[in-house]
């Protein structure tokens, strides 16, 4: 049973423009067996939060990275089986970047083991490795990550050799000893990645490189009276980067039409209990533009288009994002639905349900949330009747759909006579980056879209 | 200034409010003819008369129930219980009835009960307990617990002005015991507010009422082992003051919080939850307490030591925490 080849365990590439993750959780202890594709361990990326399987059968021998910890992409987490069990009895001084090199080695068959150049393994690594032995309480711990100190080089005075506060400030103040401390390299610098680095199926884009963001991290100064701090989990972080990045990079531009939904509303009333009954998913309004928005994206290639370099990317498939917000309200995550042009209305209401729901439990798969062409968001469920939302890099556009209200309207009567009529309406915004796509496309984009909206063909979908 | 006993000073800021304010009264068993049980009112009803200083039924039921008609009718009256521990039967009109009023009907119930509380001189299950966290545990009640002849001064007439129902913890230990410089004219101590009673820079020990002066003795034996401690003095804990805790916490890491309160779902157990959900990533040691046991307060001299926590207790439970 026991693999006498030790399988190593490295973090996933969890999307192309993922390049790190952070430990939330490991479900196997050292020392447990572990059985192939069994759930291993939880981490969080600024995309998804996900279970690793294992790729292979053994014993966990040997835990790496620690929960909490966030590593770059392939990093060497843990070792599978092989006798790495004794080497952890003679501690060796803090030897971190040969972790790195052994994890280029493609072992698993499991993870598209990326080429991971020699990454710096997390200055935190250290810590646990030498001073396994005694208690780091809250206080020296935050010290400690506070001056980049490691507590084990600490002369401990506490019970059983405890570290206590007193003892590392003594030590902060006095300075480490002689020799000089292994740099703490928490701020990775944007180091030129070689450029055959990324072997993706799907559109590679010229992501705009991941490492610019990591800009140096003020320490906050202490809460003051009123305020109270939370961290920052890795998806917000995400969600910051990704909104700032698309606004430093896409010309934004909105333009807004109002739809008359009394065809969809009498289609929907009709569909409703057919679709709830025999398919338990329910034909919302966001499932009839879907429907409608997909079919005018093929008139429209540039909107369901990119700009990558100096190139425009059109496509032959519509890739539909939707924007799902996490029930905690903390979060949110666009789920793809991929060849969004082949379905009529019936496969987009049950694709866009088992995305959102998926999305929902966290139980979506990575590529899951990669490769769409175009986004769709649904505020309006809070009764908003207009936006602007951020472009999902590097689309080039975004569409915006919100409550529907009854309104009174100008119609024509059977005479050919104007007369107000109570309708429902809907406005539809579509944001788009003006660099690729101008004022007129857009409005031409809306205005069709609103004709198959207002004029629902049942037939044809 | 003059220099009052803890008893004087009680006395003294009662007089104050009822010379000040027509609206105070003052109702109990004995409080008139005999003076109170402690003699605190003695010689009010020669000053303000009978229908001012009244003698109740020994009834707490009657006397806290008339009170909160009292208020209501924007009246302020100021209860005493013989001893803190016979509230338990007024409880339905205190926690059900004034507690209540306010959320319920919009009126507020400005009445402030006396509660002569405490051990340490053989008083026995009936005559000495320190109820306080139950009363602190009821949204509307306010609990207020002074260790010093100022602060009880202070402390009564601001619960006597506070528009909701302030208990008033007044410890029969320091009765006599305690003596102080007091201001002779009128001045309030805020409820909510904390007293550093000692400042220090190793241990935070969180603490009220008579175990102040329990606290400040077990520190100062310590102050030769180069130990130094920061007492806080909570003076009221309901509201607590969380903030002052909290910052003096932060600064020394490791926090003890001492009660002559039973130990178990005592006010400690909510500080040092506290602590431990908003400084943890601050602590160099775990959060303890010193209380007493979990049985009624024993009549024994001896086993009445054992109960309520020494200075010895302190001293030990100090030293422990600084070890760590």
Redesign the interface.
């Given at each position: 049973m026991a693999t006498t080849e030790a399988i190593d365990v490295v973090m996933p590439q969890m999307g192309v423009s993922v390049s790190e993750g952070t430990i939330t959780k490991w479900l196997k202890q050292q020392g447990e067996q572990v059985e192939a594709d069994e759930p291993l361990l939880e981490i969080s990326t600024d995309k998804v939060d996900t279970e690793v399987p294992s790729p292979g059968s053994g014993v966990l021998t040997e835990i790496l990275v620690q929960e909490g910890q966030t590593v770059d992409v392939g990093t060497k987490l843990a070792v599978i089986g092989g006798d790495g069990a004794k080497a952890e009895a003679a501690p060796p001084a803090p030897a971190t970047t040969e972790a790195a090199a052994e994890a280029a080695a493609p072992s698993s068959a499991e993870t598209p083991a990326p080429s991971a150049p020699a990454q710096p393994a997390p200055a935190a690594a250290p810590e646990q490795s030498t001073n396994g032995k005694t208690f780091v309480?809250?206080?020296?711990?935050?010290i400690a990550s506070e001056h980049g100190v490691d507590p084990s080089q600490v002369h401990g005075t506490?019970?059983g050799g405890?570290v206590?506060?007193k003892d590392i400030l003594g030590f902060i103040e006095s300075g480490p000893p002689a020799e000089a401390p292994p740099a703490p390299a928490p701020a990775q610098p944007a180091e030129p990645e070689p450029p055959s680095e990324a072997p993706v199926p799907a559109a590679a884009p010229a992501a705009p490189a991941p490492a610019a963001a990591p800009a140096p991290t003020p320490v906050p100064a202490a809460a003051q009276?009123g305020e109270s701090f939370e961290p920052m989990s890795a998806m917000r972080k995400g969600i910051a980067e990704h909104m700032r990045r698309s606004l430093d990079t896409s010309a934004h531009v909105t333009s807004a039409i109002e739809v008359d939904m009394s065809k969809v509303s009498a289609i929907r009333a009709k569909l409703k209990k057919e679709y709830q009954q025999s398919y338990g998913v329910n034909p919302t309004y966001l499932i009839f533009v879907a429907r409608a928005a997909a079919e005018t994206l093929r008139d429209y290639p540039w909107i369901n288009g990119e700009i990558r370099g100096d190139q425009i990317v059109t496509r032959s498939y519509v890739n539909l994002g939707f924007a799902v917000e996490l029930q905690d309200g903390k979060g949110l995550i666009v789920p793809v639905v991929k060849n969004a042009e082949t379905l009529n209305l019936l496969g987009m209401a049950k694709a866009v349900t088992d995305i959102a729901q998926r999305a929902r439990d966290k139980k979506l798969l990575p590529d899951e949330v990669q490769g769409g062409t175009f986004t769709i968001t649904n505020p309006g469920g809070y009764g908003t009747f207009h936006g602007t939302p951020v472009i999902s890099q590097p689309q080039a556009g975004i569409l915006g759909t919100y409550a529907v209200v009854k309104r009174p309207w100008v119609v024509q009567d059977d005479m050919g006579e104007d007369v107000i009529a109570i309708r429902p309406i809907m406005n539809l915004t579509l944001t788009y980056d003006h660099r690729l796509v101008d004022g007129a496309l857009a409005g031409r984009f809306l205005r069709d879209l609103r004709q198959k909206l207002e004029s629902w063909d049942e037939s044809a979908y | 200034m003059a220099e009052l006993t803890y008893l004087q000073a009680i006395s003294d800021g009662l007089r104050t409010e009822m010379r000040r304010d027509k609206r105070v009264f003052v109702i109990g068993e004995d409080v008139g003819v005999y003076g109170g049980a402690f003699k605190v009112t003695l010689g009010f009803q020669e000053e303000f008369g009978a229908w001012r200083v009244m003698d109740a039924p020994l009834a707490e039921t009657a006397i806290v129930g008339a009170c909160t008609g009292a208020a209501i009718m924007g009246m302020r009256p100021v209860a005493e219980m013989q001893f803190a521990d016979f509230i338990s039967c007024a409880w339905d009109h205190l926690v059900t009835v004034a507690a209540k009023q306010r959320y319920r009907a919009g009126t507020p119930v400005p009445i402030t009960v006396r509660l002569p509380s405490g051990g340490g001189f053989s008083g026995g299950p009936f005559h000495s307990q320190n109820p306080e966290s139950s009363f602190a545990h009821i949204p509307g009640l306010k609990c207020v617990c002074p260790a010093t002849p100022e602060d009880a001064k202070g402390l009564l007439i601001s619960a006597i002005e506070d528009p909701n129902p302030v208990l008033y913890f007044e410890h029969k230990h320091l009765y006599r015991r305690i003596k102080g410089e007091v201001p002779e004219e009128r001045y309030t101590v805020p409820l909510g507010k904390a007293r550093t009673h000692r400042e220090g820079d190793d241990i935070s020990l969180i603490t009220w009422g008579a175990m102040v002066y329990t606290a400040d003795e077990a520190v100062q034996q310590l102050e030769s082992d180069g130990l130094s401690v920061e007492i806080i003095d909570l003076r009221t804990v309901m509201p607590w003051d969380k903030q002052a805790v909290l910052e003096s916490v932060r600064k020394t890491s490791k926090a003890l919080v001492l009660h002559e309160d039973t130990r178990t779902g005592g006010f400690g157990a909510e500080i040092a939850a506290t602590i431990a959900e908003e400084a943890f990533e601050d602590l160099d040691g775990p959060v303890k307490r010193i209380a007493a046991p979990d049985t009624p307060v024993p009549f024994s001299p001896p086993l009445e030591k054992a109960f309520i926590p020494q200075v010895d207790d302190v001293a030990a439970g100090l030293r422990e925490l600084a070890e760590y």
């Open positions: 309480s809250p206080v020296v711990a935050k506490g019970r405890r206590t506060k009276v | -």
